[in-house]
């Protein structure tokens, strides 16, 4: 149900958070159906007809106490019902592994940091990226998150993964996607001026398509993907760095 026109999830906790989704979806939507029936009913009903006075009601308690009761009851269940998919997602340390990225944010760009040949992070052959992320399917993938300057938030719809970068923090969120693509990583937080604008693509590849381009793009001798300019103010990841420009 409708699944045609939520994004096509490829994340192996989508379905859970798709689940969730609907049936929120489902219970406020029925909601709405019934408030706005009631409405009308109400406005037909006691429409202004000759002869007709309007009366006075003390209202009624047992009516207000179930529409308090039922509401809060519906949401403590909705809380019940989420914490499983919430503690494996966000809660829980993320299942093991040993593919982690350095995500940096800044205005207006994602900075995505490999760690090079020797497996390091913050080691002269760290490999910088600029609004790109390679990654293999079917392989957790660990994302550190870093915000550089305000916050953004790291979304990728076909995931179902979304997460605030803040500045002076390093949050770890996992993926793990089910099928090759290109997907979209739009910033979702207004983060300025060039907001809308700040956005990456994750490459999902087959492992040997992977191992291909990590052979190209993260060996010693590869060149910077990003445009060099670019890449010189990505590189340093300082979360502290002040407007927008990473300092050496
Ligand atoms: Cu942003």
Not at 87 to 101: G, R
Not at 229 to 243: D, I, R, S, V, Y
């Amino acid at each position: 149900m409708l699944d045609w026109w939520l994004p096509e999830n490829v994340s192996t906790y989508g379905r859970e958070i798709d689940w969730l989704f609907h049936l929120i979806y489902a219970i406020t939507g029925v909601t709405a159906i019934l408030v706005f029936a009631a409405m009308l009913a109400f406005l037909v009903m006691y429409r202004d007809r000759p002869g007709r006075r309007a009366r006075y009601t003390h209202g009624n308690t047992t009516l207000e106490i179930v529409w308090t009761v039922v509401p809060a009851l519906i949401l403590v269940i909705l809380t019940f019902l989420s914490v499983p998919a919430w503690s494996k997602i966000k809660m829980q340390a993320p299942p093991p592994s040993d593919f982690v990225l350095h995500v940096t944010a800044k205005q207006f760009n994602w900075q995505v940091t490999y760690p090079g040949p020797d497996g390091k992070f913050g080691t002269d052959d760290d490999k910088t990226m600029l609004d790109e992320m390679h990654v293999p399917v079917n392989k957790v993938i660990h994302v550190h998150l870093r915000s550089q300057d305000v916050i953004h938030s790291f979304f990728v719809p076909q995931f179902r993964m979304k997460q605030d970068a803040v500045p002076g923090r390093e949050i770890v969120q996992w993926f793990e996607a089910t099928k090759p693509g290109k997907y979209e990583l739009p910033c979702a937080e207004l983060c300025g001026f060039g907001h809308s604008g700040m956005r990456g693509w994750i490459y999902v590849h087959t492992p040997e398509e992977y191992a291909k381009w990590a052979a190209e793009n993260l060996t010693a001798q590869a060149a910077p993907a990003a445009e060099p300019t670019k890449a010189e103010e990505a590189k340093p990841a300082t979360p502290a760095a002040k407007g927008g420009k990473a300092k050496r």
